[in-house]
């Protein structure tokens, strides 16, 4: 079992920038693919991003293609989100996620793990 502790969320202006970071327990962090999910007021939670188990494989969300960067440390036991150019539609607690699936999987049922959620707010 691993357990997740999302940070770095806050309130910015649209256009900004920020990193999101996700703090695993444990040693067996590089035994999971990784991924990021969203969910605003009223609404589903979403997929945003994935990343497989030694990062050779990613996978995005359309809305944020070319914004949004996944990364992983497995070194550190620590998942990454950047993001810039924020705009106010992304505005939502964001979510990361662990998975026993090998392939950078955007499908929230193939996630077992989650962590509490780090708000993030863009003011436009």
């Known amino acids: 079992q691993v357990q997740l502790v999302e940070s770095g969320g806050g309130l910015v202006q649209a256009g900004d920038s920020l990193r999101l970071s996700c703090a695993t327990s444990?040693?067996?962090?590089?035994?999971?693919?990784m991924g990021w999910f969203r969910q605003a007021p009223g609404r589903e939670r979403e997929f945003v991003a994935a990343?497989?188990?030694?990062?050779?494989?990613?996978n995005y969300a359309d809305s944020v293609k070319g914004r949004f960067t996944i990364s992983r440390d497995n070194a550190k036991n620590t998942l990454y989100l950047q993001m810039n150019s924020l705009k106010p539609e992304d505005t939502a607690v964001y979510y990361c996620?662990?998975?026993?699936?090998?392939?950078?999987?955007?499908?929230?049922?193939?996630?077992?793990?989650w962590g509490q959620g780090t708000q993030v707010t863009v003011s436009s």
């Open positions: 990343i497989s188990r030694f990062g050779a494989s990613k």
């Open positions: 996620a662990a998975s026993n699936v090998a392939i950078a999987t955007p499908q929230k049922s193939d996630y077992a793990y």
């Open positions: 444990g040693r067996t962090f590089g035994y999971y693919t």
